[in-house]
């Protein structure tokens, strides 16, 4: 079974600054897909970034981009000129890329809950 | 284009009631999640369905139904609420291109009292 870890439960950054959120993950397939959601106080779940893993570059989407790191099973996202709006709850999900029925699963780590500060 | 609908959007019930939580989506997505969020906890799945007529457990199902009978709708009922079931739940979907990841609903915040 897969598991994702982010040992980050809480973290904060000044606006304008930048913010890394750590993500690491287990699993014995070698083809999958990462993501990072942000859920702001409104609840919602939006995708922010996705990133699979049979590409070696790096995410990148405007000012979030990830640091996958395939060997070492991390995938960390980093957030430049963090915003007000950046403030909410970011979790890092796993999916396998192959295979049907169950696999189409999303497993989430716990979540980091971030504050950027003006 | 509305996405996934949930509804309603806050419940509150006593134990032992049952109720029907409403999950539908336009996008023609085969897949279909149920998750519950409790703090700390993230997202775990409950029930998941790989289109219509076709449904299956995720890791927290019990007390807990659902159904697909068309590709747009996933209800998930209560049978008999606990406080245990006090979450909030989202309903999600994915086409077959699962790098796309999921598009979630906006969420039912449920009490049981």
């Known amino acids: 079974a897969q598991t994702v870890t982010q040992s980050q439960p809480e973290m904060s950054v000044q606006e304008a600054e930048t913010v890394t959120l750590s993500c690491t993950y287990d699993?014995?397939?070698?083809?999958?897909?990462l993501f990072w959601y942000k859920q702001p106080p409104s609840r919602q779940m939006i995708l922010v970034i996705r990133?699979?893993?049979?590409?070696?570059q790096n995410a990148t989407e405007n000012r979030f981009s990830v640091n996958f790191q395939k060997a070492a099973k991390s995938f960390s996202l980093k957030i430049s000129d963090s915003q007000l709006g950046d403030t909410a709850m970011y979790f890092c999900?796993?999916?396998?890329?192959?295979?049907?029925?169950?696999?189409?699963?999303?497993?989430f780590g716990k979540g980091t809950l971030l504050t950027v500060n003006p | 284009n509305a996405g996934v609908t949930q509804t309603p959007k806050f419940q509150v019930l006593k134990t032992g009631q049952s109720m029907t939580l409403q999950c539908a989506q336009d996008?023609?997505?085969?897949?279909m999640s149920w998750y519950r969020q409790d703090p700390g906890m993230g997202l775990r799945l409950i029930h998941y369905?790989?289109?219509?007529?076709?449904?299956d457990q995720g890791e927290v199902p019990n007390g807990y139904n659902v159904s697909r009978s068309t590709t747009e709708d996933f209800p998930l009922r209560l049978l008999s609420a606990a406080p245990s079931q006090t979450s909030v739940y989202f309903c999600?979907?994915?086409?077959?291109?699962?790098?796309?990841?999921?598009?979630f609903g906006s969420g039912t915040r449920l009490t049981v009292v």
């Open positions: 999600a979907s994915s086409d077959r291109d699962r790098g796309y990841g999921y598009t």
């Open positions: 699993t014995s397939e070698n083809n999958y897909y």
């Open positions: 990133q699979e893993a049979y590409k070696q």
């Open positions: 999900a796993f999916m396998k890329a192959r295979g049907g029925g169950s696999n189409y699963k999303l497993t």
């Open positions: 996008m023609n997505h085969e897949y």
């Open positions: 369905s790989v289109g219509a007529g076709i449904t």
